[in-house]
């Protein structure tokens, strides 16, 4: 149960580093998230993450949010039962890449 993290080149703007680049995840999604931390991202403290949404052919759209307290990464559902926002419990989402951005300090 791990996060693949594919970085592009970082920038500086200010006194912030920006980092981007993909996150897959495994194949088997752990309730409450996966480990994300700011280390993994060349960053000392993640103050900004957002992602693309990620979507299949249901269609059924994956959206990410990061938790800087647990430094976990979480999938969310759209499109499932009812159209609620729930986070994507133990599911397979091997097949989804998202491009990111994230800022912080190194």
């Known amino acids: 149960m791990a996060v693949t993290v594919v970085l592009n080149r970082p920038s500086v703007f200010g006194d912030k580093r920006i980092v981007t680049g993909?996150?897959?995840?495994d194949s088997t999604y752990?309730?409450?998230g996966e480990a994300l931390t700011a280390a993994t991202?060349?960053?000392g403290v993640v103050e900004h993450f957002s992602a693309q949404p990620a979507m299949?052919?249901?269609p059924l759209a994956l959206v990410l949010s990061y938790n800087r307290t647990t430094s976990k990464i979480l999938a969310f559902e759209s499109g499932?039962?009812?159209d609620a926002i729930i986070e994507n419990n133990t599911a397979d989402i091997s097949a989804y890449s998202f491009d990111f951005l994230a800022v912080g300090t190194p």
Do not use: K, V
């Open 22 to 25: 993909t996150i897959t995840f």
């Open 41 to 43: 991202l060349g960053l």
């Open 80 to 82: 499932s039962a009812n």
């Open 30 to 32: 752990p309730a409450g």
């Open 56 to 58: 299949n052919a249901t």
